[in-house]
T-cell receptor, first 114, second 113 residues
Framework: GAGVSQSPRYKVAKRGQDVALRCDPI?????LFWYQQALGQGPEFLTY????????KSGLPSDRFFAERPEGSVSTLKIQRTQQEDSAVYLC????????????FGPGTRLTVT | EDQVTQSPEALRLQEGESSSLNCSYT??????LFWYRQDPGKGPEFLFT???AGEEKEKERLKATLTKKESFLHITAPKPEDSATYLC??????????????FGGGTRVLVKP
């Protein structure tokens, strides 16, 4: 079956521009996660949705970062007024209800802020 | 604070040369420990979940084990296609922690023919 898809795969933004990154989770998965991965590092948690409810946004680095999942399926991560330090790969993952808890990741969006 | 440390950072192996990767963790209450494989330019690919000390899981040339403080990923007789970054992550059982994964920095494995 189809896995997690993300678009765009690559995004170049000039400093100060707003960007929107999309995630389409595995069908039927109620949980959706966003992670940020810097070059050579492990992914770091940003935010978590259960259906349409954003239950944890403790990892969002600033109020320039905003995520939504209005209908409990597709999610969008928005970054306003991008800065160079926002350059990273943004990964989306989804998992089903209950056990097992493993998360399945999409290919990521590589954001470069110039 | 939950912490996950992986060692070594990088590992160069000859084809057929078995080795082990270490993942040590400090968490308030472990719900599960996860191993992922990540190829360049791709998202992490799920390998294993371990839930309790003493548990072992195998998949082809990979075997994961878990103790109360660390996990090992053993690679037996590796092939060049096993070259990748291997990531370890923990999920804690506290309700307030939700379901997020806390990752280590990864071990980059290169298997030379």
């Amino acid at each position: 079956g189809a896995g997690v898809s993300q678009s765009p795969r690559y995004k170049v933004a000039k400093r100060g521009q707003d960007v929107a990154l999309r995630c389409d989770p595995i069908s039927g998965h109620v949980s959706l996660f966003w992670y940020q991965q810097a070059l050579g590092q492990g992914p770091e948690f940003l935010t978590y949705f259960q259906n349409e409810a954003q239950l944890d946004k403790s990892g969002l680095p600033s109020d320039r970062f905003f995520a939504e999942r209005p209908e409990g399926s597709v999610s969008t991560l928005k970054i306003q007024r991008t800065q160079q330090e926002d350059s990273a790969v943004y990964l989306c993952a989804s998992s089903g209800p209950g056990l097992p808890y493993e998360q399945y990741f999409g290919p990521g969006t590589r954001l470069t802020v110039t | 604070e939950d912490q996950v440390t992986q060692s070594p950072e990088a590992l160069r192996l000859q084809e057929g040369e078995s080795s082990s990767l270490n993942c040590s963790y400090t968490v308030s209450g472990l719900r599960g420990l996860f191993w992922y494989r990540q190829d360049p330019g791709k998202g992490p690919e799920f390998l294993f979940t371990l839930y309790s000390a003493g548990e072992e899981k195998e998949k082809e040339r990979l075997k994961a084990t878990l103790t109360k403080k660390e996990s090992f990923l053993h690679i037996t007789a590796p092939k060049p296609e096993d070259s990748a970054t291997y990531l370890c992550a923990v999920q804690v059982s506290l309700q307030a922690a939700g379901n997020k994964l806390t990752f280590g920095g990864g071990t980059r494995v290169l298997v030379k023919p």
